[in-house]
T-cell receptor, first 113, second 117 residues
Framework: RKEVEQDPGPFNVPEGATVAFNCTYS??????FFWYRQDCRKEPKLLMS???SGNEDGRFTAQLNRASQYISLLIRDSKLSDSATYLC??????????????FGTGTLLAVQP | EAGVTQFPSHSVIEKGQTVTLRCDPI?????LYWYRRVMGKEIKFLLH????????ESGMPNNRFLAERTGGTYSTLKVQPAELEDSGVYFC???????????????FGPGTRLTVL
């Protein structure tokens, strides 16, 4: 079983649609949670951190449910420029010594005109 | 501010040859990480430097891979001898040291696309 599981998609949605991505993680020691965005043949870039209280950044809303080990990302009013792969990422701290990121395989979003 | 840079952007070598990848982190970042994405798979952690020390190398696949960070600035990742399964994109990331506060944002370089024939 993968440590971080995501639906690979692709999600094909029209402009203006609302789309939701879900992710589950298996390691209960995971302490920090993120959504990264990766454009084709580019590096991953941090989209937003995810907190238990939920957080919003413009059209993007992220939620974390520690009890269920579940993370979500909601994109409202999709734009063509939102087309990318969205990576669910958790961070496991091991005695404060390491800070490695564990990635999901990513969910491909294609926003259609 | 300059981001994380990596060199080369692409490398095509034959099985058995040696390749050295370089990463220059963001200036002032003590933490430097190497990750790899093999085709069809997720990005996977290789190792983590704090300054010049290897903090965690649990993700290194085998002893054909050698990472160094002399002087605590740039890092190199050498693959010797390269095998077909080493093909993939090698990403470097860096972050500031926030001590025991825990998580800090990792900024990724553009990656080196390695193809072993």
């Amino acid at each position: 079983r993968k440590e971080v599981e995501q639906d690979p998609g692709p999600f094909n949605v029209p402009e203006g649609a609302t789309v939701a991505f879900n992710c589950t993680y298996s390691n209960s020691a995971s302490q920090s949670f993120f959504w990264y965005r990766q454009d084709c043949r580019k590096e991953p870039k941090l989209l937003m951190s995810v907190y238990s209280s939920g957080n919003e950044d413009g059209r993007f809303t992220a939620q974390l449910n520690r009890a269920s080990q579940y993370i979500s990302l909601l994109i409202r009013d999709s734009k063509l420029s939102d087309s990318a792969t969205y990576l669910c990422v958790v961070n496991i701290h091991s005695g404060g010594a390491t800070n490695k990121l564990i990635f999901g395989t990513g969910t491909l979003l294609a926003v259609q005109p | 501010e300059a981001g994380v840079t990596q060199f080369p952007s692409h490398s095509v070598i034959e099985k058995g040859q040696t390749v050295t990848l370089r990463c220059d982190p963001i200036s002032g970042h003590d933490n430097l990480y190497w990750y790899r994405r093999v085709m069809g798979k997720e990005i996977k952690f290789l190792l983590h430097f704090v300054k010049e020390s290897k903090q965690d190398e649990s993700g290194m696949p085998n002893n054909r891979f050698l990472a160094e960070r002399t002087g605590g600035t740039y890092s190199t990742l050498k693959v010797q001898p390269a095998e077909l399964e080493d093909s993939g994109v090698y990403f470097c990331a860096s972050s500031q040291d926030l001590g025991l506060a825990g998580s800090d944002t990792q900024y990724f370089g553009p990656g080196t696309r390695l193809t072993v024939l």
